[in-house]
């Protein structure tokens, strides 16, 4: 079964630097699809980023990075000029792609602060 | 742009009742789904359904649960006699394909 791994239950940075949450997974699958999702005090899940496995290309989202170690099952997201608008949870999700299941995995979250 | 609607926002019942909770999702997509996430906990699958079935369900997607695609635009989950433990946010989500998951604003559902 694929599981996914969030190490840091608490990361905090100062507003303007540059904070890496860290996140990995195990699976079998060579094929899949990796997400940051992020999750404000209003609970709703917003994506931040996506990574599809077989691009080596790391994905960007304008302040918003991966690092994709394919080898290592590592996939960690990179906030720069952090704003305090970007407090919240962050989860790290995984999904297959072809066959086998569709759902989101999701890992335990990061409650990353952001201070003035 | 388009998004997955989630009715009601907070839903407060008493143990044993029966609860729906409602969602819209985006028009052309194929797969939904249902997850939910005990406060201060990961968010956790529930169910996927596709092509008017479940495709699939977790462990904690017992009898007491059912989803339904009544009329083509809205999907539902039941929970037949609520548990003090199913206190939880419940989020649907829909996806055309399985790199692109919309999820709702979710469901606060408190069980007293």
């Known amino acids: 079964a694929q599981t996914v791994t969030q190490s840091q239950p608490e990361m905090s940075v100062q507003e303007a630097e540059t904070v890496t949450l860290s996140c990995t997974y195990d699976?079998?699958?060579?094929?899949?699809?990796l997400f940051w999702y992020k999750q404000p005090p209003s609970r709703q899940m917003i994506l931040v980023i996506r990574q599809e496995a077989y691009k080596q290309q790391n994905a960007t989202e304008n302040r918003f990075s991966v690092n994709f170690q394919k080898a290592a099952k590592s996939f960690s997201l990179k906030i720069s000029d952090s704003q305090l608008g970007d407090a919240a949870m962050y989860f790290c999700a995984y999904s297959a792609t072809q066959g086998g299941s569709e759902k989101l995995v999701f890992g335990k979250g990061t409650k990353l602060t952001v201070n003035p | 742009e388009p998004e997955v609607t989630q009715t009601p926002s907070h839903q407060v019942t008493q143990m044993g009742q029966e609860v729906i909770l409602r969602c819209v999702p985006i028009?052309?997509?194929?797969?939904f789904y249902w997850y939910r996430q005990i406060l201060g906990q990961k968010v956790e699958f529930l169910v996927s359904f596709y092509n008017n079935e479940i495709s699939e369900k977790s462990e904690i997607f017992d009898d007491q649960f059912s989803v339904e695609r009544p009329d083509g635009s809205n999907f539902t989950l039941k929970i037949r006699s609520t548990k003090l433990e199913d206190s939880a946010m419940y989020f649907c989500?829909?996806?055309?394909?399985?790199?692109?998951?919309?999820f709702g604003s979710g469901t606060r559902l408190t069980v007293v």
């Open positions: 028009s052309n997509h194929l797969y």
């Open positions: 699976t079998s699958e060579s094929d899949y699809y």
């Open positions: 989500a829909s996806s055309e394909t399985r790199d692109g998951y919309t």
